[in-house]
Every structure is written in C-alpha cells, then in structure tokens.
C-alpha cells in the first residue's frame, strides 16, 4: 500500500476520533447546563407557588389567619397585605439571586436588581416585615444573603451605590 495513502488515512483516523470526541464533550457540557436550567426552573416554579399563596393573603387577609404562626405581630388587614406584598416583592428577588447563584442570570442585570432591590428593603414596611419573627424564608443561603445585605444597607455601607 502506498505510504502517502496510509498517512492520508491516519490523519483522517486522527480527525475522525477527535471530532466524535470532541462532540461527546460537547454534549456532556450540553447536557450539563440543560440539567442546571431545569433545576433553576424547579426552584422558581417552587417559589412561584409560594408566591401564589402569599398573593391569596395580600387579595384575602382573613386566609392568613389559617396559620397563626403567620399572622404574629400582624394586628389589622392592611399589615397582612403589607407583610405578605413585601414577602412576594422578597420571591421575586429570591428567584433573580437563584438564579444568578447557578449561573442563569448575568451579573449586569442581577446588579440592576439589586439595585433595586434596596431601595424596596429600605421601606419601613420591608423592614417591619423581616424583622417579624414569623417572617419565613425557606432556603438558607437566600435568609443569609437577605440579612447581609439589610444590614450592610441599614448601616448605610452600600445605600449610595
């Protein structure tokens, strides 16, 4: 067999085996990311319906009522809306700081809803609200975060960023 043929065809070989490799890398790296979207997915339909519950507390105070534990402190209607709107505003920022823990939202546009975000725990509602030893955030991480970042605002280290 001729030499240039047998080269040709090993080169070929070599390029062959390194694409397929190269494609199964690929796709692990694929199926990789898609499993970390589904799992940030699950979280924010977890907290969505959270969040639904709360709604049916800001639209029918007497609901919150079900729970005692969840209407400490809370003496009329309007601070039940106030507590749980607060606690729905907390959800949606819980669900932009998964998120963006797991690599789903950008830093320009998590640092936008920080941004934002303090200017909504700077309310005294807000702050009654976290301050409310009923007051629940369910993932750990996300109750640390929260507190840091109220306490690094309430001793004005960041209010003018």
């Known amino acids: 067999m001729n030499p240039n043929f047998q080269l040709a065809a090993i080169i070929l ?66 601070e039940i809306r106030y507590y749980f709107f607060n606690l729905m505003q907390l959800s949606l920022f819980e669900i932009a700081w998964y998120s963006h823990e797991h690599g789903q939202l950008s830093d320009e546009y998590f640092d936008s809803w920080v941004k934002r975000f303090r200017i909504i725990a700077a309310e005294a509602s807000f702050k009654k609200m976290l301050r409310n030893p009923s007051m629940k955030i369910l993932h750990d991480d996300f109750q640390s975060y929260v507190q840091e970042f109220v306490g690094k605002d309430d001793t004005g280290e960041h209010a003018r960023q």
Not at 33 to 44: E, L, M, Q
């Open 13 to 78: 070989q070599t390029i062959s085996s390194l694409s397929i490799g190269g494609g199964l890398i690929f796709a692990a790296f694929q199926f990789y990311y898609a499993r970390k979207a589904t799992h940030v997915a699950n979280f924010t339909k977890l907290v969505e319906l959270q969040m639904s519950l709360r709604r049916m507390r800001v639209e029918n105070p007497k609901l919150a009522n079900v729970y005692t534990d969840d209407v400490r402190n809370l003496s009329s209607d309007d």
